[in-house]
């Protein structure tokens, strides 16, 4: 009776181009779906990027390992799914976190029977938090945990400080300022995370709350994204 006069109010619509739905069976309609990009399955066995590589591993990782074990995302930032992104994180629309985080969980759902068992949002800085009246991260890993029966332990990971202005550092200053952008509680020592967030873009974020999170005594560390882009490749 409540689902019903709900869905009477806010009839179930596209979470893309927002068109009315039929029924409540689906996140997209059927053009959004049929335009959706999965990510190709031959990919880095660690960060992702798609392709044959040699032990499995992409240049970039075997040049440089990442402080996490793996980061995956179902999709590719395009078409639909980077619209739904739009709208959740830029366009007012906070309720769009239940739909992404049970997309989420359904298409990782392999990934994540062999990801860390805590899960932790990839944290806002608490100016651009003002500015956006909520944490489209936190919201996401809200609705994955609960519907993946995971933990999801608030205060673990903080970001300090908006990143300084990069002029005139060198590569490995410019690393340190990323890296404590972020602070790891002291009770990730001994546990492993799965760090989660929207969109994987150059890494360099998931690279600095990793760095923090190692540093802080985790185990190991595993990210995952709803969309996942390539501009690096
Ligand atoms: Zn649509
Ligand atoms: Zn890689």
């Known amino acids: 009776m409540l689902s019903a006069l709900l869905d009477l109010l806010y009839p179930p619509a596209c979470i893309a181009c927002a068109k009315v739905l039929p029924g409540a069976g689906s996140h997209f309609c059927e053009t959004c779906d049929t335009a959706l990009e999965r990510l190709p399955p031959a990919c880095c066995l660690t960060c992702a990027e798609p392709g044959t590589f040699p032990g499995g591993r992409c240049h970039r990782c075997r040049a440089a390992p990442p402080p996490f074990s793996r ?55 608490t ?12 919201l996401l890993v809200g609705v994955l945990a609960k519907r993946i029966g995971r933990e999801a332990p608030v205060g673990w990971l903080t970001r300090t400080r908006e990143t300084q202005r990069q002029v005139g550092l ?48 985790a185990t190991r560390v595993e990210v995952l994204t709803v969309a996942r882009a390539f501009s690096l490749a």
Not at 127 to 138: E, L, N, P, S, T
């Open 170 to 217: 060198s590569e490995t200053e410019r690393a340190n300022n990323m890296a404590d952008a972020f602070t790891a509680s002291s009770m990730v020592k001994g546990r492993e995370v799965l760090l989660v967030d929207d969109v994987f873009t150059t890494g360099a974020t998931a690279r600095a709350a990793a760095v923090a999170l190692r540093g802080a005594g």
């Open 127 to 138: 100016r651009r938090y003002h500015a956006r009246k909520y944490d489209q991260a936190q």
């Open 71 to 125: 980061a995956w995302a179902p999709f590719s930032h395009e078409g639909p799914l980077a619209r739904a992104i739009h709208r959740f994180k830029y366009e007012d629309h906070p309720e769009l976190a239940a739909p992404l985080g049970e997309l989420l969980a359904d298409e990782a759902r392999s990934f994540l029977d062999k990801a860390p068992a805590f899960v932790v949002a990839l944290p806002l800085h």
